[in-house]
């Protein structure tokens, strides 16, 4: 009956791409020889270009997603460095700090968001809180970054959860010559260097990109150093305990591509880099060394082949690697991922240019080696009264196949743009599924814009949930989106976005705790954006993020204490543990200004509310609420500061030094004080 089940949800799948596609090809005859135009063909050199709603360009503000795009130029007049710094101005995201780096809410999902790297997924599965939001992934060698708010499973695949975030890096049209940079901070000493080259050919074109970065990333001196010792029995309590520092910690990466007009593209993305942090235990008062080292890569090639004036084939292959190496005390846990992809789309454009059809069929195979499984506890078991007993930790390998099967259909009706998308994912391993989306897009008139968007994703599930069930249950989440915009002119504007999302089957991993029961949560909230240019020379914007969860605890099954009986045999004895689900804070906003003073000085200056937010992990008595608060930072540029081509940007974070504090993995932790940065760059 499944296998009956799953080929009617193929051929439904299947009849729908038949039937649109029909009826693409169908219109070609009844139309007359005129030229067709596109329906995503947009003018206007200041509107932002986004990909990923329909794997096209167009404009943003036309979409059939919620979505906005940050370009180069809004990154320098930003002074953002990371990621992490971008996000967090933008509506519905909120960087939390960590220990180990910046902890990604988006709508009140952590760990939710796709990240792709020119379209290629860049994250573990083996874990979610592996990610490149901060100094592995640097904003000097990107062209723009795009951003989706919602579900986007139907074109991207698994794990377009919460929504997409994809980094569009330069290339030689971009930039044809040199570009080298420097950067100096006074926070952890903060200290690194950029190069991009690029060369415009004409119907050629290449790029290569060099970022090297250092700096301390933790500074609380450490009292616990030395626990496993040879693997069998922990290290006596009395030689546990001394003092050291972490180290710093360094990133590099590199970026290369070469284009041959759309016929040949190829790229390739190499990085390393080096996260040691300290973690402290409020409970016990230890505080112990752990450090991430990750060697990732990919290589892409792509190509597209235009059949005839409204139809063209695209063919993408990709292959990547994500080596992490965890050191926790003094062991350490290496990791391998191995993915190969393989994608070929095909798209039409019909009716005159008002419809749009994609559909397409990818391969991906993944090789885990070494995915570390921990069924115990840690700060547990680093307690001076344990003197015999280890974590238990065990290491999978294990490899897994899926095969898609994916279509949208866009189609203009006077003001109403419509869309219906449908994608086929069988796995392997776990159960098949189908997601879908669906949604209007409304203008009635070039001033007012209206979207109402419906769509459902799914994540992949971490190695713990993989191996520890015979064939789990992936997350879902189906979200409502509605979004009204008004935009006069070029210099005011206004939307409001109402979203509904509900997840079933949520499940959360702990590093060392385990897996959370499956359990369900709603999320709801809103997003208000706005931006006024009062002068020619002056340009305020601001956004507010409101989110209200209703759902039951997290529960965690876990073995408190182990019988061994006479025979050698052993019986675990387990206890829920419950702990709220965590959105973050429950409100954000940010209110930004940049003062153009002339065409070679600009001023750019955020202050950013955050709610208070509350300390949560599994094996806490209580969660304390750490309160909430006001950053200010600002950043000052100069162009052609010394020579011609010579720029200059002065960042300045947490400008009037407020003291506040995140909630750490097991204790709170301070939040980034008063620090200056420096960036100095010239061009050739």
Same mark, same amino acid.
């Given at each position: ?12 799948? /299947? ?23 596109? /329906? ?8 932002? +270009? ?38 967090? /101005? ?22 939710? +968001? ?6 290629? $997924? ?20 990107? =062209? ?21 975030? @994809?980094? +569009? ?55 616990? &150093? !030395? ?53 402290? #235990? ?16 990919? %290589?892409?090639?792509?190509? !597209?082949?235009?059949? #005839? ?24 846990? =290496?990791?391998?991922? @191995? ?30 080696? #070494? ?41 203009? &009706? ?30 009635? =008139? ?40 008004? !935009? ?68 965690? !099954? ?11 045999? &052993? ?13 973050? $804070?429950?409100?954000?906003?940010? %209110? ?5 003073? @002339? ?24 969660? $304390? ?26 960042? %300045? ?32």
């Amino acid at each position: 009956m499944q296998n009956i089940y799953i080929a009617l949800k193929f051929l439904f799948l /299947m009849l729908y791409c038949f039937i649109t596609a029909s009826v693409s090809f169908a219109s070609e005859y009844s139309k007359d020889n005129s030229k067709e135009d596109t /329906m995503l063909i947009f003018v206007g050199e200041d509107l932002q +270009v986004l990909t990923l709603a329909s794997r096209r360009e167009e404009s943003a503000w036309q979409a059939p997603a919620i979505a906005n795009v940050f370009t180069k130029e809004q990154f320098l007049e930003r002074g953002s460095t990371t990621l992490s710094d971008l996000l967090d /101005m933008s509506a519905g995201f909120h960087s939390s700090k960590k220990e180990w780096g910046s902890h990604i809410y988006l709508r009140g999902i952590p760990n939710s +968001v796709l990240l792709l790297y020119d379209t290629v $997924p860049i994250s573990l599965d083996t874990t979610k809180s592996l990610n490149f939001f901060d100094n592995e992934l640097p904003l000097s060698s990107i =062209k723009r970054v795009e951003i989706i708010r919602g579900p986007g499973s139907v074109l991207w695949g698994p794990d377009a959860f919460a929504g997409i975030v @994809n980094v +569009v890096p330069l290339s030689g049209k971009d930039i044809d010559g040199i570009e080298a940079g420097v950067l100096f901070g006074d926070y952890g000493d903060t200290k690194g260097t950029f190069a991009n080259y690029g060369y415009d050919g004409g119907l050629w074109d290449t790029f290569l990109s060099v970022n090297a970065y250092s700096g301390e990333q933790n500074n609380k001196p450490c009292n616990l &150093i !030395k626990f496993w010792g040879n693997g069998d029995v922990p290290v006596s309590p009395e030689d546990r305990m001394g003092k050291i520092m972490p180290e710093d910690a360094y990133f590099l990466e590199s970026f290369g591509r070469f284009s041959y007009s759309d016929l040949f593209n190829i790229s390739l993305r190499i990085s390393n880099s080096n996260k040691p942090y300290s973690i402290e #235990d409020e409970k016990s008062g230890l505080i112990w060394r752990e450090n991430r080292e990750l060697q990732s890569g990919f %290589i892409k090639f792509e190509s !597209k082949k235009n059949i #005839d004036l409204f139809s063209a084939l695209r063919i993408m292959g990709v292959y990547s690697w994500l080596n992490p190496e965890y050191e926790i005390i003094d062991t350490k846990l =290496k990791q391998k991922e @191995n993915t190969s992809y393989v994608e070929i789309i095909y798209d039409r454009t019909s009716f005159s240019g008002i419809g749009l059809f994609t559909c397409g069929i990818s391969f991906r195979e993944k090789r885990i080696k #070494d995915a570390p499984i921990w069924d115990s506890y840690l700060p547990d078991y680093l307690v001076k009264e344990n003197k015999s007993f280890l974590p238990t930790i065990a290491k999978e390998d294990y490899n897994t196949q899926l095969i898609s099967f994916f279509s949208q259909y866009n189609h203009k &009706i006077g003001n109403f743009d419509l869309l219906l998308g449908g994608r086929y994912d069988e796995h392997d391993v776990y159960k098949d599924h189908i997601s879908f989306n669906t949604g209007i897009v409304w203008s009635p =008139k070039k001033e007012w814009m209206c979207k109402i968007l419906y769509g459902s994703a799914y994540r992949t599930p971490s190695s713990k949930q993989l191996i520890e069930e015979n064939i789990p249950d992936l997350e879902k989440i189906k979200s409502l989106n509605i979004q009204m915009a008004l !935009k006069p002119s070029e210099d005011i504007g206004i939307s409001a976005c109402v979203f509904l999302s509900k997840i079933e089957n949520h499940m959360i991993e702990d590093p060392y705790a385990g897996l959370s029961l499956p359990n369900e949560q709603e999320i709801n909230g809103i997003e208000i954006e706005a931006f006024v240019n009062p002068l020619k020379s002056l340009k305020l914007s601001s956004n507010i993020t409101v989110i209200k969860n209703k759902g039951e605890d997290e529960t965690y !099954k876990y073995n408190d204490y182990v019988y061994i009986r006479p025979d050698g045999t &052993i019986e675990k004895h387990y206890v829920d543990l419950k702990y709220p689900y965590n959105t973050g $804070p429950d409100l954000f906003l940010n %209110i930004t200004g940049t003062w153009y003073a @002339n065409e070679r000085l600009s001023l750019f200056t955020r202050c950013n509310y955050f709610a208070s937010r509350k300390l949560i992990y599994p094996r806490a008595k209580d969660f $304390p609420e750490v309160s909430g608060g006001w950053t200010v930072d600002t950043s000052l540029n100069f162009s052609n500061v010394f020579f011609s081509k010579f720029d200059l940007t002065l960042t %300045i974070k947490n400008l009037f030094d407020y003291n506040y504090l995140e909630p750490g993995t097991y204790s709170t932790i301070n939040g980034e004080p008063f620090s200056a940065m420096f960036i100095l760059t010239r061009s050739w």
